[in-house]
Every structure is written in structure tokens, then in C-alpha cells.
């Protein structure tokens, strides 16, 4: 519903000018692009360490590569072979080298009975170029629903969809192999928050959820769903988007809007846990250049007298958010 996400990206930045930056962002970049208004999803690169995909959730089969150094767009791939996308809202890379996006938003929250995915491998060279692309289609075995996030294991390149509820959502398994021949059914194997996208880690053994105001990371083993943590987070006008480094060593955040900013944060680890390092065969180097130095954490991270400020700001924009979004769903007489 683009009235509502419109108000809770104001009520996020009425928060975020009141408590200042609240993660450094050493190493992020901002998409120079003009034509990058609504980067819906956020994708390292494998086959190029350093670049992001992005794409607008309502645009053309189209996805950007953007050097996350410079913040320039290199490369604008066209997919071919693919319909008239109806609303992108994730990419993600799999562990066969291909990209794989995400046309899986509803802003009618259920009102298609299916949605799609389109896959095209990485490109061996960026620059401005038309691909053929896979398209297949998506149905949930407990019905039609919105959704934002898509994760591809990059291990065993299965793929899966978190949907996205004010109330919950829910985290959805695909078939071990997508099909190009018929519908591919996703089944709910567990429950998550407000989720606007997701990624998994390059080791496989961790997956990050992001809302409207938090992120979590949950330990992933045996295709489900394990013990959670709360991760600082940066207060971004329209938080849409997460993905790993390529070496596993930061999260980047990013937002909607032109000029938008791609927030960097260095993952912290705590003794004996998993760093998180790349499968092998995955791409050497870190993908975004900087060392970068960790920050405060933004409401669920940290301590100190600043995050129990900040807290209070980021639960009275949720509150105003609340408000506004009942307001919206109220029958109009």
C-alpha cells in the first residue's frame, strides 16, 4: 500500500531527525543513479566482489549493478524472456552464480494467486546488456500473500520467502528445485516478524531479518529456523533492504528514495561463533572496501543513555506508524 509505506517512511524520519545518525556508516555508499528511485532489494555480488544488484520494486525487467566504492551504476542488465513484472521487491545471488529477483510484493496484501521469480546468471562482464532469463512461478500452499523478502541458500540453493504482515509473517520453503514448467508451491515452515527483506550468510549457518525498525539474525541448521538475536540496526527513511558482504564481515542496509544510502555495519561475533567466512568456491574480497567501525546500535543493540533515548523515539514512531495504518484499513463510509 504505497500511502502507508509513504507515512511510515515520514514517521521514520521524524525519528531519525530527532536522534541523530545512529550507526557509522564507514564503508556504505550512497546510489548515485537517478533512475534507482525505489532500490526495493540489495544483493552482493559474487562474481564481481564490491558490486550490489538492485532494482525499483515497480519498473521494467530490469536490475542495477552498483559499485559499492563509488556508488555508480555500472551495469544495467534488461532480463529477456520474462513478462511485465507487477512489484520487485528482493534479489538475492545463488549458490549456482545466478541472480535471482523477486516479484513477489502484493500491496493488495493476497490479491494474486501467484507471483513470480526470474533468474538469470551472473554476467561475466558488467556493462549494459540484455540477458535471457528463467521465469517461474510461485503459489503458497496456505494462499495468496505479500511479500518482500527472497533468500537463496548459498549452499544448497534452495530458495525462501518470508512474507510480510503487520501481525507476522511467515517464512516459506520452495520445492529443492525450482520448476519452469509448472507452479512451484512454497510451504510455511515457520513464523517471523514484520519482515521487508532477508538474507542468508555466506557460510550458510545464518539468516537476517529486517523490518520497518529492528533486524534479527537467526542460527540456520537443517533447513529451519533456530535459536534469535536482535542485531543494531540503522533508522532509515524506508527500510527495504539487507544483504552480507561478500566475505561475510558486514551487513548493508539500505532504503528507498533517490539518492538513497547504503548503511554499512560490521558484524560482531561472539567468542567461538562461526565468522561467517564464504562457501568455497564463492568469491574472494569484502564487498564493500573500508575496514569501517562498528556503531551504536539503533534501539535493539546496544546500551548507554543514547540507546535508551533512541528507543523511546523509535517506539513512539512505531506508535504514530500504528496509528496511521489503522487509520488507512478503516472501512470508508
Given at each position: 500500500m504505497r500511502s502507508l509505506r509513504t507515512t511510515l517512511g515520514a514517521a521514520l524520519a521524524v525519528v531519525a531527525l530527532s536522534a541523530g545518525p545512529a550507526v557509522a556508516e564507514d564503508g556504505g555508499f550512497t546510489m548515485k543513479d537517478p533512475r534507482i528511485t525505489e532500490s526495493s532489494?540489495?544483493?552482493?555480488?559474487?562474481?564481481?566482489?564490491?558490486?550490489?544488484?538492485?532494482?525499483?520494486?515497480?519498473?521494467?525487467p530490469?536490475?542495477?549493478?552498483?559499485d559499492g566504492r563509488t556508488g555508480e551504476t555500472v551495469a544495467t542488465v534488461t532480463l529477456r524472456g520474462v513478462g511485465t513484472p507487477r512489484d520487485m521487491e528482493a534479489v538475492s545471488v545463488g549458490a549456482d552464480g545466478a541472480v535471482y529477483v523477486g516479484d513477489i510484493g502484493d500491496n493488495l496484501d493476497g490479491s494474486w494467486d501467484h507471483v513470480w521469480i526470474y533468474r538469470f546468471p551472473e554476467p561475466e562482464r558488467l556493462r549494459d546488456q540484455t540477458v535471457e532469463a528463467t521465469q517461474y512461478t510461485v503459489r503458497y500452499a496456505d494462499g495468496a500473500r505479500n511479500a518482500e523478502a527472497l533468500m537463496v541458500h548459498p549452499v544448497t540453493g534452495r530458495v525462501y520467502i518470508a512474507s510480510k504482515n503487520e501481525d507476522g509473517g511467515g517464512l516459506y520453503e520452495g520445492p529443492a528445485r525450482l520448476s519452469a514448467g509448472g507452479p512451484n508451491v512454497f510451504r510455511r515452515i515457520g513464523e517471523v516478524p514484520w519482515v521487508t527483506d532477508g538474507a542468508f550468510s555466506p557460510d550458510g549457518r545464518e539468516l537476517v531479518l529486517r523490518g520497518y525498525f529492528s533486524a534479527r539474525a537467526y542460527a540456520w541448521k537443517d533447513g529451519r529456523l533456530g535459536a534469535?538475536?536482535?542485531l543494531s540496526a540503522p533508522l532509515q527513511r524506508q527500510s527495504e533492504s539487507v544483504t552480507y558482504t561478500v566475505d561475510?564481515?558486514?551487513l548493508m542496509f539500505g532504503s528507498e528514495g533517490v539518492n538513497s544510502t547504503v548503511v554499512r555495519v560490521p558484524v560482531e561475533r561472539e567468542a567461538g561463533e562461526p565468522s561467517g567466512t564464504p562457501v568455497p568456491g564463492g568469491s574472494p574480497g569484502s564487498g564493500a572496501p573500508g575496514t569501517g567501525?562498528?556503531?551504536?546500535?539503533?534501539?535493539?543493540?546496544?546500551d548507554?543513555?543514547?540507546?535508551?533515548?533512541?528507543?523511546a523515539l523509535v517506539l513512539a514512531g512505531i506508535a504514530v506508524a500504528a496509528l496511521v495504518w489503522r487509520r488507512l484499513r478503516r472501512p470508508r463510509g
Open positions: 532489494g540489495l544483493a552482493a555480488s559474487r562474481a564481481h566482489p564490491g558490486v550490489y544488484w538492485t532494482h525499483n520494486d515497480q519498473d521494467g530490469r536490475v542495477f549493478a552498483v534469535e538475536k536482535r561475510g564481515s558486514a567501525s562498528p556503531g551504536t546500535g539503533a534501539g535493539d543493540g546496544g548507554g543513555d543514547g540507546n535508551a533515548t533512541l528507543g
